[in-house]
T-cell receptor, first 110, second 117 residues
Framework: SQQGEEDPQALSIQEGENATMNCSYK?????LQWYRQNSGRGLVHLIL???NEREKHSGRLRVTLDTSKKSSSLLITASRAADTASYFC??????????WGAGTKLIIKP | GEEVAQTPKHLVRGEGQKAKLYCAPI?????VFWYQQVLKNEFKFLIS????????ETGMPKERFSAKCLPNSPCSLEIQATKLEDSAVYFC???????????????FGPGTRLTVT
């Protein structure tokens, strides 16, 4: 069953602004991953952060992980219209199973 | 191939009928995963394979769901006697050298939308 939580559920910002999404989980993890899903399509892997890492960058993406609080955040800087999508976090537990958040729907207004 | 392929794109079945979904993982990937997505959220893990062997099937409703990954064939997910609540998008994903190799990212197919009427 779903064990991850994400907030906000939906986020609408102007193009060029930064977007921050948060994710919390309940179990011990091996790593935490963020995925993007465009409407009606499959998921695209964005970034993975291992349990012994605190922060990771990839292009305009910045992910943080706080294992003491069992939480992670995804920051998208200088947002673009093409960033409009749903974003999911997935925590990989010790059984290598991904535990998914419910997703954040991000809308970038031109 | 370089992408995970899933067929069919859409599948409509009357309640009680059988549904079979197919997935061709990326060539060279050792792990295959099946997920169910209901109402555009709530990804539910169903089953995973390491090559043709079941790796983790803790998410499978065993009474009606079954899955296989046979050599030189697409993987399949079969639902016997479908129910209305089986209506969802079913995603397949594959993963490279695998968990032992520390490659944890998953590559997803476009999904199969199953509608049970």
């Amino acid at each position: 069953s779903q064990q991850g939580e994400e907030d906000p559920q939906a986020l609408s910002i102007q193009e060029g602004e930064n977007a921050t999404m948060n994710c919390s989980y309940k179990t011990s993890i091996n790593n935490l991953q963020w995925y993007r899903q465009n409407s009606g399509r499959g998921l695209v892997h964005l970034i993975l952060i291992r349990s012994n890492e605190r922060e990771k960058h990839s292009g305009r993406l910045r992910v943080t992980l706080d294992t003491s609080k069992k939480s992670s955040s995804l920051l998208i800087t200088a947002s673009r219209a093409a960033d409009t999508a749903s974003y999911f976090c997935a925590a990989m537990d010790s059984n290598y199973q991904l535990i998914w958040g419910a997703g954040t729907k991000l809308i970038i207004k031109p | 191939g370089e992408e995970v392929a899933q067929t069919p794109k859409h599948l409509v079945r009357g309640e009680g009928q059988k549904a079979k979904l197919y997935c061709a993982p990326i060539k060279g990937h050792s792990y295959v995963f099946w997920y169910q997505q209901v109402l555009k959220n709530e990804f539910k893990f169903l089953i995973s394979f390491q090559n043709e062997n079941v790796f983790d099937e803790t998410g499978m409703p065993k009474e009606r769901f079954s899955a296989k990954c046979l050599p030189n064939s697409p993987c399949s997910l079969e639902i016997q006697a479908t129910k209305l609540e089986d209506s969802a998008v079913y995603f397949c994903a594959s993963s490279p050298s695998g968990l032992a190799g520390g490659r944890y990212e998953q590559y997803f197919g476009p999904g199969t939308r199953l509608t049970v009427t």
